[in-house]
């Protein structure tokens, strides 16, 4: 975002602009309102605004500490040092990447400057551009912790902890059948159970059979006998890529093998999730009578 390097932004309005893309997210991805934003962040890739706060303001930072005196940008900023309120926040940034600083006492002075130095000591003899990749990767360092941090106790969120970084999905292609299983992986999908408060029975359980349990993403794609001819053909993709004891494998685990269909697996088979977008697509337009 321009200017965002040189403005003392507050927590509020980074909230203000989290929440506007958290927004965005849902609509491109067709979620509902009650999606994780970890979900959101976690399959479009997006780094938080506040990710991108740090990176500019210490970038900038790095930038001032290696101008030359006669510069009206650090003539300015060293005349207004002991009120600079961005100075402030730039140490705060700082602290976050655990980078570290050295005062520099000066005579004459009322207020000593600081300078960025990285772990170990080290920084001082680096130019712009090596300041630049260290203050990347300590952000990404950040952004990753902060994000695996936040999914702790979220059970909407518990299959995306075996995620290593957030990233773009290749199979989000506006499709119907894409944001069924973006749903599905952030289990936000409008099933009995998620919408029971709201829905014409006020019950929790599946009217699709008369098994007399919960509605669940689980027990839409995996047991509920409504959808059984088409999860046979789901079944046949699936045997057919991972070979049947390898699935029947999967199926005792603790997900019951859904983090597999739905491409949160490490072994993401790209046929298995298309599969699994037909599959959806079809037994969601039997569930709604279509």
Known sequence: MFGMNVMAWNGGDLEKLEVLQNRVGRLALGAPKWTAAEAIIGDLGWSLFSERMVKAVLNYKVRIERME????????FEWNLSENLWEKICWEHARKLKIQK?????????????????????????????????IEKLTKEYGLNKWKHSMNGKTTSIWYASKNVPRFEMFYDGSFGSQLLFAIRCKALSVNRHTWRWNEGNTRL???????V???VEHLVLECSKYEQERESLMDVVHEQC?????????????????????????????????MKDFLVHAWNKRQGC
């Open 206 to 212: 599946c009217l699709q059979c008369n098994r007399g």
């Open 69 to 76: 005196n006669k510069r009206w940008v650090k003539r300015i």
């Open 243 to 275: 070979g049947e004891n390898k699935w029947n494998a999967r199926c005792v685990e603790e997900d019951s093998g859904m983090r597999y269909l739905v491409g949160l697996d490490e072994e993401c088979n790209m046929t298995v999730v298309d599969a």
């Open 102 to 134: 050295t005062v520099c006492v000066r005579i004459g002075r009322t207020m000593d400057d600081w300078l960025l130095r990285g772990h170990g000591g080290k920084g001082m003899e680096w130019d712009c551009n090596k300041w630049k990749k260290e």
């Open 214 to 216: 919960e509605e669940t």
